[in-house]
């Protein structure tokens, strides 16, 4: 008869935050673009790939409070849809968790 092995650590599951998981599916609208670029004073032709930088960006700090994701990285904080992943808008902020 086979003897089982039991495991000396607990398996810990690790979440991965579903923006995170999802970030391929980011997307804006033109006008959502020109607001983020105006907002930021951004001269990247990319707003999504800028944002999407920002979001995988080991100092981001993401919270989702009821229908968006909120991302704040370096001086900035990203509005993004939880349900289509629809980059809203982004804003300057004063306090910076990481360098830009």
């Known amino acids: 008869m086979a003897e089982c092995t039991r495991l000396t650590a607990p398996l810990v599951k690790q979440t991965v935050n579903p923006l995170i998981e999802n970030v391929g599916k980011l997307h804006t609208t033109g006008l959502g673009a020109e607001r983020v670029r105006r907002n930021l004073q951004l001269e990247t032709d990319d707003v999504v790939q800028w944002c999407r930088a920002r979001i995988l960006d080991g100092c981001a700090e993401i919270e989702r409070t009821g229908k968006n994701w909120y991302v704040t990285a370096g001086n900035c904080r990203i509005t993004v849809n939880a349900h289509s992943y629809t ?5 300057k902020v004063k306090k910076s968790s990481c360098n830009p």
């Open 87 to 91: 980059i809203i808008t982004a804003h």
